[in-house]
């Protein structure tokens, strides 16, 4: 030929696409964390800054090795284990021992992802399964608890961060109560489970309570998943049947059990239930594909959040009901399958 | 008032919305395209047996005049796009890939071009089957796109009564307005074909259903529609792919093509708005179809808009008319949901394109990094056919084509690209779907 041939691609159809895509969407989870992050290091310095780097440090490094050692691509680009190193971080207590965080994030990435076959297989939101697991390893620790807003807490580390390895971490009742005067050491649920004061509801929405690292402020986490739902990144249904669901389980005993039973509010704004539904039970791996589905996944999760606090042995329920729903989400999908067009309702077969 | 409007909307479940890329060449009229000085004719450009050619080489062809034959009932002849004379027949590349025997005709620059074949025929009193015979004497096809013998279409098979044609205005792929133009422009036409068609297929009434993105059009057949009430015209929503028979059908009749079955089974017959204004336009004159309205359109072309472009015309001629900067990330044949792309532009434009599309690597965006499914769920929130992409995907990727067929209804799929357009992990799912489903065919073959 004595022209040139322009170059023109070959692609197969659809030719445009819709964005966004995986790196997109991960991207922006990220981003819609980093101000909760940023406001669990001005309410508990130092110490929560450590954890949440040495936390996803530990993820994006397990996830690199795995990588490196099955001589797989590069998939710290799809951002998808700094979201669980992130996750994770928030949901520990600010003053965890640094080196636990670690092995939480090892356990995240290795257990929770790579051994079910890396993003898109994993059954359970990897961050849960870390924490699930340092809950078991560590009782203790998981449920010391720090007060926010802690004088010098930009200068000094909470006692428990610095532990070394396998050392019983020095108690925090001693720094917590010559860093604030008579904090308990519990957090709002646990003090109305175990002692029966209520924190007042304000207090949690803007987050001026003792809790894990990015948990405590409702109103933010609000904010943030907002962002995400907004720009169609984060599917919204879940959250309001889940929240939805949480609320209306509570209403129904505090009118029918007495008001011992919390206010509607107190159960929406405590503990990890917003942070939770919002960015946690929003994994699309772990959650079903169906529209219907979706509705149910999240009212399940509200329900059985609400009844492990009321019945459960310990005062947060979030992270077992999320689990639970993980592990329900496939069936959950195969029974609202939509009907397919044109087919009938029971598959014809001969 | 709106808000009612809105809920009223006909449609259907599911869906996308693609950016619609239609106001660069809606409102332009139709133009008539020049001769190129070379036409190239496939004998195959339209599904079925390919045509038998009735001229040699070197002899005389008249604008309009039969140049190949149908062979057999599932083949169309083909008509003289331009009077000039045969050059060669023999195999030329072809938009599908491989080459396919043509007959090449070298135009005659001085000739007035007036289609000297005319037989006027008053179709009004054939019956039902010599219309058929007239339909595949003029060569026509599907010009929405699919290139289906038009007259097999209207061949019902006896045991099935039609209650409803239904004329199909959707246009719903992005950046095409032939249909549209050709509503606005040869509405009596499109009237004349769908009578035509009523007739052959015994149905009572017609609807046509335009996207209401085209009002314009909606308000032109209402104002000039028959007074016997018995042809109707209806807005549905704009929404790929409501131009899909099966769609259509059911956001205006509410009912649903059953599983593996025809629209004949529940009724019907659909038929395209070009298709029937080519009818209408053709049969009364007893002529073949020797030229088509495309699309120009997308970044790469300065005059884009829609031209009445010779069959035959070399895409090299008709893009060097609407001004084709020469470069070009793609050329695609058809609107972007469902057309494909080519990698030549010595290829000519038959009958069932509808739209040539020079898109930029802006318009088309940057070759994606393929990631794992995450199971986000969209690509069911978008199959129209309320299929399950994500798992018909896991399952492609494994080769288990007959598990998808047999547990997961993989020859309901459309094929439409919804899923594909959706999915921000960038899976090729249509793509896996249209090997599974050729697989799928060949080994039943
Ligand atoms: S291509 Fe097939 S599977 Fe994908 S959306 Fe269309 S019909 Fe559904
Ligand atoms: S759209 Fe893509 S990533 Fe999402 S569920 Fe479907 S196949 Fe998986």
Redesign the pocket.
């Known amino acids: 030929m004595s022209k040139p041939q322009p170059t023109i691609e070959l692609r197969t159809s659809p030719h445009i696409k819709s964005a966004p895509t995986v790196e997109q969407i991960m991207r922006n989870v990220v981003f819609a964390l980093l101000p909760i992050s940023a406001f669990a290091v001005y309410e508990f310095g130092i110490s929560a800054l450590a954890l949440i780097l040495t936390v996803t440090g530990s993820c994006l490094l397990t996830e690199h090795l795995f990588n490196r050692a099955g001589e797989k691509p590069n998939s710290l680009r799809d951002w998808s284990a700094a979201i669980t190193g992130l996750l994770l971080a928030l949901t520990l207590p600010p003053g965890f021992p640094l080196w636990m965080g670690v092995v939480a994030g090892f356990v995240a990435i290795a257990l929770g992802k790579v051994l079910f076959g890396g993003l898109g297989f994993n059954v359970f939101n990897p961050a849960l399964v870390g924490r699930a697991f340092v809950q078991a390893a560590f009782p203790v620790a998981i449920t010391t608890w720090t007060p926010p807003l802690a004088p010098g807490r930009f200068l000094e580390f909470i006692p428990s961060t610095l532990t070394a390895p396998f050392m019983t971490p020095p108690s925090v009742a001693a720094w917590s109560h010559h860093a604030v005067d008579a904090f308990s050491g519990a957090t709002p649920l646990g003090l109305w489970k175990f002692q029966g004061i209520v924190v007042s509801t304000s207090d949690l929405f803007t987050g001026m309570s003792a809790g894990s690292a990015g948990e405590t402020s409702a109103l933010l986490i609000l904010v943030c998943g907002a962002y995400l739902a907004a720009r169609r990144m984060m599917d919204w249904r879940i959250p309001a049947a889940m929240l939805g669901t949480a609320a209306l389980t509570a209403l129904a005993f505090r009118l029918f059990g007495g008001s011992h039973y919390p206010t509607p509010l107190f159960v929406l704004f405590s503990g990890g239930l917003m942070l939770g539904a919002l960015f946690m039970a929003t994994d699309m791996v772990a959650s079903p594909l169906t529209p219907l589905g979706v509705w149910i996944y999240g009212a399940v999760m509200g329900f059985i959040t609400v009844i492990i606090r009321y019945f459960g042995g310990l005062p947060e329920g979030v992270m077992y009901a999320i689990l639970l729903g993980n592990a329900l989400s496939p069936l959950i999908a195969l029974i609202t399958q939509p009907r397919v067009y044109g087919a009938r309702r029971e598959r014809s077969k001969p | 008032m709106t808000l009612l409007k809105w809920f009223g909307r006909k449609s259907f479940s599911h869906g996308v919305h693609p950016q619609e890329h239609k106001d660069g060449t809606a409102h332009r009229a139709i133009r008539r395209l020049p001769f190129a000085p070379r036409m190239i004719v496939p004998l195959a450009q339209h599904i079925g047996k390919p045509s038998r050619p009735l001229v040699k080489v070197g002899e005389e062809v008249l604008r309009g005049q039969l140049i190949a034959e149908a062979d057999g009932f599932m083949s169309v002849p083909q008509h003289a796009p331009a009077t000039g004379v045969v050059e060669a027949i023999e195999l030329m590349p072809s938009a599908q890939g491989p080459r396919v025997r043509s007959i090449v005709i070298k135009v005659y620059e001085a000739s007035s071009q007036e289609v000297l074949c005319d037989q006027s025929q008053d179709v009004d009193n054939l019956d039902p089957d010599a219309i058929v015979q007239a339909v595949q004497a003029s060569g026509l096809v599907g010009l929405g796109g699919a290139a289906f013998p038009s007259h097999v279409k209207l061949k019902v098979p006896a045991e099935h009564a039609i209650h409803t044609l239904v004329v199909n205005g959707c246009e719903c792929e992005p950046f095409l307005t032939t249909d549209h133009r050709v509503m606005l422009e040869q509405t009596d036409d499109l009237i004349r074909g769908t009578r035509y068609a009523m007739r052959v297929v015994g149905a009572k009434r017609a609807v046509i259903g335009v996207e209401d993105n085209k009002m314009d059009a909606v308000e032109t057949i209402r104002a000039r529609l028959p007074a016997d009430g018995n042809i109707s015209v209806e807005a549905v929503e704009t929404k790929y792919?409501q131009g899909s028979e099966k769609m259509l059908i059911t956001s205006l009749l509410g009912l649903e093509v059953p599983s593996g079955g025809h629209t004949f089974h529940i009724g019907v017959v659909v038929n395209n708005v070009g298709t029937l204004a080519a009818m209408g336009q053709l049969l009364p004159r007893g002529r073949g179809l020797i030229e088509r309205v495309v699309t120009v359109a997308g970044p790469g072309v300065s005059k884009p808009g829609n031209y009445r472009v010779p069959i035959g015309t070399p895409l090299r001629y008709l893009l060097g008319y609407a001004g084709f900067s020469g470069s070009a990330a793609e050329v695609i044949l058809g609107g972007p949901m469902m057309g494909n792309a080519i990698a030549s532009l010595d290829v000519p434009v038959t009958k069932g394109v509808s739209g040539v599309l020079v898109l930029s690597s802006n318009a088309i965006g940057q070759p994606r990094t393929v990631h794992p499914c995450i199971k986000c769920g969209q690509?069911v929130s978008?199959?129209?056919?309320h299929?399950n992409?994500s798992q018909?995907g896991l399952l492609a990727a494994k080769r288990e084509y007959d598990l998808m067929a047999e547990d997961f209804h993989l020859k309901?799929?459309?094929?439409?690209?919804?899923?594909?357009f959706v999915c921000p992990s960038s899976i090729p799912?249509?793509q896996y779907?249209r090997i599974a489903k050729s697989v799928l065919r060949e080994r039943a073959a």
């Open positions: 792919p690509c978008a199959c129209p056919i299929l992409p018909l309901d799929c459309i094929e439409c690209g919804c899923c594909s799912l249509v779907f």
